[in-house]
């Protein structure tokens, strides 16, 4: 690892000795990968904790990452439920629905420090991070959690740095965003929709895919793909069955945006 990627990552240990014991939110991508590995690093096992959110918003894939990751490298790790859709702001979805998010998983893993685990409870904000719209942080912020890599001035290029240099499983994983993030802004989170959006990607995922999303749109699916992945949608046999898999999930049609991927697209559409 270059010597400043290496004395960033001290930095992050070195603000993580500084707490009694912590309790990662560990999602199942690079950033707060990096994050329980230098806590481990920093605390040990017994001072350090993994916590994972049971609920319909998070991929199965998601969660065997971070449950994969946990094992990895050796740290303490709990699945736990949140109840997000139980809120009916986070229902609403009115574009400030990552507060509610944040809020609950927050305040449930909060629960489980006073009920005897104690400790101060960490997430994995980075640089890259503060010049996009994120309630979720205002949430961080409320609830008094920290941010170490950001703390540390950590950016995206140096995590996966740090990723690949403790051959973290993770290192090379795309960035992701929960699965409400598929749904327009305006349009309520439900579990049903959740479930088809999540059932959509896993069918892009299994012929191979690896960077999309699926935007779901009430009886429309559409699908944002890397140019790798339009480049191999254009394969007519490919693409009939693609379309075929998810309109038998329940989608009346299926459509390929031109524009390709883009992180946050739906932030740019607000309901009428």
Request: hydrophobic share 45%; charged share 30%.
């Amino acid at each position: 690892m270059p010597l400043n990627e290496a004395s960033r990552a001290e930095r992050v240990v070195k603000l993580l000795e500084e707490f009694d014991r912590v309790v990662i939110a560990l999602s199942g991508g690079v950033d707060s990968a990096v994050l329980a590995a230098l806590a481990l690093r920093a605390l040990g096992p017994d001072r350090s904790l993994a916590i994972t959110a049971l609920s319909p918003a998070v991929p199965a894939w998601d969660r065997r990452d971070a449950a994969q990751i946990a094992a990895q490298i050796g740290i303490r790790h709990r699945m736990i439920e949140t109840a997000e859709l139980a809120d009916e702001n986070y229902r609403a979805n009115r574009g400030d629905r990552c507060f509610f998010c944040r809020n609950v998983l927050f305040s449930t893993i909060k629960a489980i420090l006073d009920d005897g685990e104690p400790g101060t409870i960490v997430y994995g904000a980075i640089l890259d991070d503060l010049g996009d719209d994120r309630p979720g942080m205002r949430a961080a912020e409320e609830h008094g959690v920290r941010a170490p890599l950001l703390e540390a001035g950590l950016s995206k290029l140096d995590v996966r740095a740090i990723a690949r240099r403790l051959s973290l499983a993770v290192s090379d994983k795309p960035a992701a965003a929960c699965l409400s993030s598929r749904i327009p802004i305006g349009t309520t989170v439900t579990a049903e929709r959740l479930d088809e959006v999540e059932r959509a990607e896993q069918i892009l995922h299994l012929h191979g895919f690896s960077q999309f999303r699926v935007r779901h749109f009430g009886a429309l699916a559409r699908l944002e793909l890397d140019p790798d992945g339009l480049d191999r949608l254009r394969s007519d046999r490919l693409r009939r069955r693609v379309m075929d898999e998810i309109r038998a999930i329940g989608f009346e049609s299926v459509e390929v945006d031109p524009a390709g991927y883009r992180s946050g697209s739906l932030n740019l559409i607000r309901p009428s």
